[in-house]
């Protein structure tokens, strides 16, 4: 890493310094109108050398998945394949316009069709819609698909959404945009959704469910069918948050498990970039009934032919043209490149690495709900007095590594939550856990070294509160 | 964790107080120290009506949002407009200058039914587990 503070573009501004030349004016010149002009317009003059060598050296600064371990919880920031890159850039993409007659994109809506029938047949949904741009976006779709349904047969009356408290924190933001009100489910003492507080909130103006499993404490609901059949039985419907499908590929299909509608994460579960190298991409599966409300448009397949079709009781278009192409383009190469028994190693292997980390640490860093986990794991900072989890988290950048998800989810105190995936060696993941018991021996021995972590990077300790209460918007201040 | 022994709690780590015909209202201690520097507190328009366990505001830090329930039925006659500039009083001193609304209760009842600082502690230990 390049450690030196970068100066701002305006801060290395020199007068008539200059990056690029333009040729001579061929035409008359024609004045701006009086009134419309400004002398000064305050924008940096560099030469091409300064600003190459400006944006090179950010660039050195760059922490990414192809540099260092990553291992932020619910984020599932697995290594993307770079063949995935390829297939993306390759021409008959590429040179495509949405735009084009149906007959011009064949091949196009060729790959369409075939990621929603690999969608359908991992996650055992009858519908696939591609169209959401992010996962909340297919929360929103998905939510909106629920009230058709509910609506479309008279059922007006439901306004709840159930969300358990393990939930992820876009759940109640999605119910509320919907227009409906959130309820929150508490959860027992292993961490599955309280069953008796489910029954006791199931009723007639239930809308439904929105259940992620495994939760974001990466713990399998054990109670499942129970929990499933619990808010089919009042009428109400159950969403999957597939958030966490990468623990469950090719092992559980959530359709089988009674879900009536789930979304996909392209960019966690099938390799396509994320955490600013996006953009997203959030299909949305549903079961038979609620196929006549999916999203325009849908591709089918008559004979030789793709064609794109409204669904009868379609909720309407969530997302300009046909969504965000490029990254089913990479999807759906990671699906043909791993087959099914690849992908079902790929969650073997998620599951056994987060076992592996879990059990490496937990002496120290206590797990408050002592099971085995899926593909990932949250553990607590509480380790040593005076010391939180922001302390541990900051001091793991001096050993090269990413902090961790931390402070989330809500119901464990001085939360880290840790998600190595599968695609970490066994050296990475030891390399990490060696750091983290240093750390809680450091914690002991010289909590200082925590508390003014961290010390390698070009900018230490930042001042969040600082920064929240007088947020500084501009360069000038 | 500190307690003011005048106030009556909520397990969702509201406190209340009797002031004359008011009901002042804040976070606990606790419950300040949880969410450690706090960095911004929504508050209700004074005149609102709000059942107990309706939402009054949301209190914000760099780790968490969330959402204050009231304690008791009632009308808001007064908000702590400092916490809009100063919210790290809610830190300071949660259970004075750190206070959040003054309300008139339109169930005085509901006071009997709050729970007091040795039951809260209680509660406390219970969700720590």
């Given at each position: 890493m390049w450690l030196a503070e970068e100066p701002l573009l305006f801060e290395m501004s020199s007068p008539g310094r200059k990056a690029f030349s333009l040729p001579d004016l061929d035409v008359p010149e024609s004045p701006l109108p009086e009134g419309m002009t400004r002398e000064e317009v305050n924008l940096p003059e560099i030469s091409e050398l300064e600003l190459v060598r400006h944006y090179v050296r950010l660039s050195q600064k760059n922490y990414s998945v192809d540099t260092h371990f990553y291992p932020l919880g619910s984020c599932t920031m697995k290594y993307n394949p770079k063949v995935n890159e390829v297939t993306a850039g390759m021409e008959g993409f590429t040179r495509t316009h949405p735009l084009q007659p149906e007959w011009m994109a064949q091949g196009n809506l060729a790959l369409m069709y075939r990621l929603q029938e690999a969608l359908k047949e991992i996650s055992g949904f009858a519908g696939v819609t591609l169209q959401p741009a992010a996962g909340a976006h297919g929360?929103?779709?998905?939510?909106?698909?629920?009230?058709?349904?509910?609506?479309?047969?008279?059922?007006?009356?439901?306004?709840?959404?159930?969300?358990?408290?393990?939930a992820h924190g876009t759940n109640p933001a999605s119910v509320a945009m919907s227009g409906f009100e959130a309820v929150e489910i508490p959860s027992d003492a292993r961490g599955n959704v309280d069953l008796d507080a489910l029954k006791a909130a199931c009723d007639e103006t239930v809308v439904g469910l929105m259940i992620t499993n495994p939760n974001t404490l990466g713990l399998f609901e054990e109670h499942i069918?129970?929990?499933v059949d619990t808010v089919h039985a009042c009428g109400g419907l159950v969403y999957g948050d597939g958030a966490n499908l990468n623990a469950l590929l090719g092992v559980a299909r959530p359709g089988d498990l009674g879900f009536d509608v789930m979304h996909f994460n392209l960019h966690k579960t099938f390799s396509t970039p994320h955490g600013g190298g996006g953009p997203g991409s959030g299909p949305v599966g549903v079961a038979e009934h609620l196929l006549p409300y999916l999203p325009f448009p849908q591709v089918v397949k008559e004979g030789d032919t793709y064609k794109l079709v409204t669904p009868e009781k379609s909720i309407g278009r969530m997302k300009a043209f046909h969504g965000n192409f490029g990254m089913m383009v990479r999807a759906l190469t990671y699906i043909l490149l791993h087959g099914e028994e690849d992908l079902r190693q790929v969650a073997i292997n998620a599951v056994l690495n987060?076992?592996?980390?879990?059990?490496?640490?937990?002496?120290?860093?206590?797990?408050?709900?002592?099971?085995?986990?899926?593909?990932?794991?949250?553990?607590?900072?509480?380790?040593?007095?005076?010391?939180?989890?922001?302390?541990?988290?900051?001091?793991?950048?001096?050993?090269?590594?990413?902090?961790?998800?931390?402070?989330?989810?809500?119901?464990?105190?001085?939360?880290?939550?840790?998600?190595?995936?599968?695609?970490?060696?066994?050296?990475?993941l030891d390399a990490f856990a060696d750091a983290l018991l240093k750390i809680a021996e450091e914690a002991r021995t010289n909590p200082d070294l925590l508390h003014t972590a961290p010390h390698t990077t070009p900018v230490r300790r930042l001042d969040e509160v600082g920064a929240a209460r007088k947020p500084v918007l501009c360069y000038r201040g | 964790m500190k307690l003011d022994a005048n106030a009556k709690y909520r397990d969702t780590h509201e406190w209340a107080r009797k002031e004359g015909d008011l009901i002042v209202c804040g976070i606990t201690d606790h419950a300040q120290e949880s969410l450690s520097d706090v960095v911004y507190v929504e508050l209700p328009e004074v005149g609102d009506t709000l059942d107990q366990g309706e939402t009054f505001g949301v209190v914000e830090s760099v780790k968490a949002a969330s959402d204050l329930y009231m304690p008791m039925s009632g009308e808001i006659v007064e908000v702590n407009e400092r916490l809009e500039d100063e919210p790290e009083l809610v830190n300071s001193d949660p259970y004075g200058e750190g206070w959040m609304i003054k309300f008139k209760p339109t169930n005085p009842d509901e006071w009997d039914g709050l729970l007091t600082g040795e039951e809260y502690e209680k509660a406390v230990a219970e969700e720590e587990g």
């Amino acid at each position: 890493m390049w450690l030196a503070e970068e100066p701002l573009l305006f801060e290395m501004s020199s007068p008539g310094r200059k990056a690029f030349s333009l040729p001579d004016l061929d035409v008359p010149e024609s004045p701006l109108p009086e009134g419309m002009t400004r002398e000064e317009v305050n924008l940096p003059e560099i030469s091409e050398l300064e600003l190459v060598r400006h944006y090179v050296r950010l660039s050195q600064k760059n922490y990414s998945v192809d540099t260092h371990f990553y291992p932020l919880g619910s984020c599932t920031m697995k290594y993307n394949p770079k063949v995935n890159e390829v297939t993306a850039g390759m021409e008959g993409f590429t040179r495509t316009h949405p735009l084009q007659p149906e007959w011009m994109a064949q091949g196009n809506l060729a790959l369409m069709y075939r990621l929603q029938e690999a969608l359908k047949e991992i996650s055992g949904f009858a519908g696939v819609t591609l169209q959401p741009a992010a996962g909340a976006h297919g929360e929103f779709t998905g939510v909106l698909i629920m009230r058709a349904y509910h609506v479309d047969r008279g059922d007006t009356q439901r306004k709840k959404v159930l969300i358990p408290n393990s939930a992820h924190g876009t759940n109640p933001a999605s119910v509320a945009m919907s227009g409906f009100e959130a309820v929150e489910i508490p959860s027992d003492a292993r961490g599955n959704v309280d069953l008796d507080a489910l029954k006791a909130a199931c009723d007639e103006t239930v809308v439904g469910l929105m259940i992620t499993n495994p939760n974001t404490l990466g713990l399998f609901e054990e109670h499942i069918k129970e929990v499933v059949d619990t808010v089919h039985a009042c009428g109400g419907l159950v969403y999957g948050d597939g958030a966490n499908l990468n623990a469950l590929l090719g092992v559980a299909r959530p359709g089988d498990l009674g879900f009536d509608v789930m979304h996909f994460n392209l960019h966690k579960t099938f390799s396509t970039p994320h955490g600013g190298g996006g953009p997203g991409s959030g299909p949305v599966g549903v079961a038979e009934h609620l196929l006549p409300y999916l999203p325009f448009p849908q591709v089918v397949k008559e004979g030789d032919t793709y064609k794109l079709v409204t669904p009868e009781k379609s909720i309407g278009r969530m997302k300009a043209f046909h969504g965000n192409f490029g990254m089913m383009v990479r999807a759906l190469t990671y699906i043909l490149l791993h087959g099914e028994e690849d992908l079902r190693q790929v969650a073997i292997n998620a599951v056994l690495n987060a076992n592996y980390l879990k059990a490496r640490i937990e002496k120290v860093y206590p797990v408050k709900y002592p099971r085995t986990c899926m593909h990932e794991f949250v553990a607590s900072g509480n380790i040593a007095d005076g010391i939180h989890t922001m302390d541990i988290a900051k001091r793991l950048i001096d050993y090269g590594f990413h902090p961790p998800t931390v402070y989330f989810p809500l119901i464990v105190p001085e939360a880290i939550m840790i998600e190595p995936t599968e695609t970490e060696s066994k050296e990475t993941l030891d390399a990490f856990a060696d750091a983290l018991l240093k750390i809680a021996e450091e914690a002991r021995t010289n909590p200082d070294l925590l508390h003014t972590a961290p010390h390698t990077t070009p900018v230490r300790r930042l001042d969040e509160v600082g920064a929240a209460r007088k947020p500084v918007l501009c360069y000038r201040g | 964790m500190k307690l003011d022994a005048n106030a009556k709690y909520r397990d969702t780590h509201e406190w209340a107080r009797k002031e004359g015909d008011l009901i002042v209202c804040g976070i606990t201690d606790h419950a300040q120290e949880s969410l450690s520097d706090v960095v911004y507190v929504e508050l209700p328009e004074v005149g609102d009506t709000l059942d107990q366990g309706e939402t009054f505001g949301v209190v914000e830090s760099v780790k968490a949002a969330s959402d204050l329930y009231m304690p008791m039925s009632g009308e808001i006659v007064e908000v702590n407009e400092r916490l809009e500039d100063e919210p790290e009083l809610v830190n300071s001193d949660p259970y004075g200058e750190g206070w959040m609304i003054k309300f008139k209760p339109t169930n005085p009842d509901e006071w009997d039914g709050l729970l007091t600082g040795e039951e809260y502690e209680k509660a406390v230990a219970e969700e720590e587990g």
